[in-house]
């Protein structure tokens, strides 16, 4: 094998070692990106206070509800709208307060 042959098959595999190297990184982060974060106590509960806020719950027990109906989405879009507001940040510090003093 020459010096040339050599240096080619050298830089072949370097490139091929860059890649797949590369590759690592990005199904790493794609992974870290859909993975969902925890939750601490203090905000499921908060979520749930909303939840049961917005008369999500009254859903529950009902069979056969047809769950596209108008009533169940307005219950729907005030949830999120509780959620995504700062109704969210309020209740969570109304959780956490609550905790902080029952220990």
């Known amino acids: 094998m020459t010096s040339t ?17 590369q590759a690592g990184v990005v199904q790493a982060a794609e992974q870290s990106a859909n ?23 009254q859903f529950l027990n009902t069979p056969g509800f047809n769950f596209n109906s108008a009533e169940y989405q307005q219950a729907l879009d005030t949830y999120h709208a509780l959620r995504s507001g700062p109704a969210y940040a309020e209740e969570l510090a109304k959780v956490r307060a609550a905790a902080g003093s029952a220990r």
């Open 5 to 21: 042959a050599s240096f080619r098959s050298a830089l072949l595999s370097l490139a091929l070692l860059a890649g797949v190297a």
């Open 35 to 57: 993975r969902p974060q925890a939750l601490t106590r203090a905000e499921v509960v908060a979520d749930f206070n909303l939840w049961h806020r917005a008369g999500l719950d």
